[in-house]
């Protein structure tokens, strides 16, 4: 498994394109060298995805509302139609974040005050992280933003 990780990374290594972009998401709180390179292979190109919603439409991180007629209403979930790979990717991120990060930390804590659930406040913390990721590999600015947006 070691060699595969190997392989991968020099795979990026040998490729300017991909080193930027693996530079550029390596600077994003919560995202290591085996998270970019996952990031990176499931995405293609972000020039695929002309705004962040579409790239968190792709990621399936999405919510989609349980309804039946006027008087039936479920819980909101997250939409699994996306890709799995990429959803999984971002939830070690998401939780790194939401532990190292004060200004994460305060933004988990103020969605926990208002009744959201653990893993509604996880969803939430991978939108900010795909929205970084979005924002920063579009970016053509020298000056890159490490830290997500706060809702």
């Known amino acids: 498994m070691k060699s595969v990780k190997q392989r991968l990374l020099d795979h990026i290594q040998a490729h300017d394109t ?22 990176l292979a499931e995405i293609d190109s972000i020039e695929h995805f002309q705004s962040a919603q579409q790239l968190v439409a792709f990621a399936g991180l999405t919510p989609q509302e349980h309804e039946s007629g006027t008087s039936v209403w479920g819980k909101t979930r997250l939409c699994k139609i996306g890709n799995c790979r990429l959803r999984k990717t971002l939830y070690f991120p998401a939780l790194h974040l939401m532990r190292r990060c004060p200004q ?6 103020r969605l926990l005050a208002a009744c959201k659930t653990k893993m509604q406040v996880v969803g939430v913390v991978r ?9 920063d590999l579009l970016a053509v600015r020298s000056e890159r933003i490490v830290m997500p947006p706060m809702l």
Do not use: N
């Open 104 to 109: 994460m930390q305060g933004f988990c804590e």
């Open 18 to 39: 991909l080193q930027h972009q693996h530079e550029i998401l390596t600077s994003i709180v919560g995202i290591g060298d085996s998270s970019a390179a996952r990031v």
């Open 127 to 135: 939108l900010q992280v795909t929205f970084a990721m979005h924002q």
